[in-house]
């Protein structure tokens, strides 16, 4: 079992360019840990230094209590499953899952119990004299795992190891995953770009971009506390809703203003809004927190600012459906239900839930509230 740190890890690749900055990072015993960003943001090189794969330019890796940065790959008790799963293609399932342990001279018996097991638990008990071609995508998924899982690693590394897979298999090999990190209790540090694998694997989230940390936190806390524009905007889909705000003194309190629409701001988010009164904020609204009023009870109105938007796209998505709207020149994203009988061109009453708002300062991109 082992925790790991990343203490100011920095990559710079041999033609200049650093494409990891000042990576601080301490993984617990058993977390699954995600790293998640738009593409080139250096997920990968992180994950392949963990692994060996790439070298350190500067900083400390320690697994465990040791420090691994010169650490051949081999001797640091990892497992490594990638995108394109690497299987050798010559060799039968049970062979691909046991090579590993028989270049480390693992006893005969001892493989054999080992990848019996392994492929009892991911179902593929039934495929272990067939070679990689003859199974589909999942099952060759499996296997990459289950080569994975007979080392019995302190740690697993998987570098979006769910993307050559259709939609309907994704979601499967995806709660897979979730109940083999249950079942092993081991710490998993798991890289994609697709934020709802993110959201539903993870115990904890690292969001980077251009190589450097933007927040580190539960999935929960990262869509309900965004620490910056960036994250808010990547975490959550559809995406926050984003509109220039200028805020304004209204009797004892603040509003939050665009074109003719008003947005009271609730006292625990106007202190902190109040330095900016008379300037321009980022106002952010996740598309689920509008609502269309007709579908609120009476004791909820008042924590409602209402406005009238044109609908542009509608998408069903059978329980609920995405309205794309128009709002005082600004996109606006709501989440209604299946219900909602509004059409493209209608003009729709929608209300924003004035508790659920969020400010962010132009210049700097942090959060406000
Ligand atoms: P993706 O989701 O597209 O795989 P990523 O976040 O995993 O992206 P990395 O593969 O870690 O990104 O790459 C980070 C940055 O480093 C990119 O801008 C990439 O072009 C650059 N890079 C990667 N390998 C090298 C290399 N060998 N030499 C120079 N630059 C590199």
Redesign the pocket.
């Known amino acids: 079992m082992a925790g790991l740190k990343l203490k100011n890890i920095v990559k710079k ?3 200049g ?1 650093v ?1 990891v900055k000042d990576f601080n990072l301490d993984i617990e015993d058993k977390e699954f840990i995600i790293f998640v ?1 738009p ?8 994950l392949r230094m963990i692994a060996g794969l790439e070298e350190i330019s500067s900083g400390e890796l320690w697994i465990g209590d040791k420090l691994c940065n010169d650490v051949a790959p081999k001797d640091r008790d990892i497992a490594m499953v990638f995108q394109n799963y690497a299987l050798y293609p010559h060799m039968t399932v049970y062979d691909n899952m046991a090579f590993g342990l028989k270049l480390r001279k693992t006893p005969k018996e001892e493989i054999d119990r080992r990848v019996r097991e392994a492929a009892k638990i991911l179902d593929i008990d039934q495929c272990l004299d067939r070679k990689p071609k003859a199974l589909s995508g999942g099952q060759r998924q499996r296997v990459a795992m289950g080569r994975a899982i007979v080392r019995e690693p302190k740690v697993f590394l998987m570098d979006e190891p769910l993307s050559n897979l259709d939609a309907k298999l994704r979601v499967q090999m995806r709660t897979e995953i979730s109940k083999m990190h249950h079942r092993l209790q081991t710490t998993f540090i798991y ?1 994609t ?1 697709d934020q709802i694998e993110a959201m539903t694997l993870g115990t904890r989230i690292v969001v ?1 971009k251009d190589g450097v940390i933007q927040q580190v936190d539960s999935p929960s806390k990262l869509f309900s506390e965004p620490q910056n524009l960036f994250v808010a905007g990547f975490i959550g889909s559809p995406q926050m809703n984003m509109i220039e705000a200028k805020v304004v003194k209204r009797g004892e309190g603040l509003a939050l203003t665009f074109g003719s629409v008003e947005v009271p701001v609730v006292p625990e988010k106007a202190k902190k809004l109040a330095p900016y009164v008379g300037k321009d904020v980022m106002m952010g609204i996740r598309p689920g927190d509008i609502a269309e009023p007709s579908t609120l009870f009476e004791e909820q109105k008042p924590n409602y600012a209402y406005a009238t938007a044109t609908v542009e796209v509608v998408e069903m998505l059978g329980a609920e459906k995405n309205y794309y709207m128009v709002c005082e020149g600004n996109n606006i994203t709501g989440c209604f239900p299946a219900s909602c009988t509004a059409v493209v061109d209608d003009k729709v009453d929608i209300a924003i839930d004035i508790t659920k708002i969020h400010a962010f300062d132009l210049e700097t991109q942090k959060t406000i509230t």
Do not use: D, E, M, R
């Open positions: 690749y041999s033609n360019f494409a960003g593409s080139g943001c250096g997920k990968s090189t992180t890289v770009h980077l």
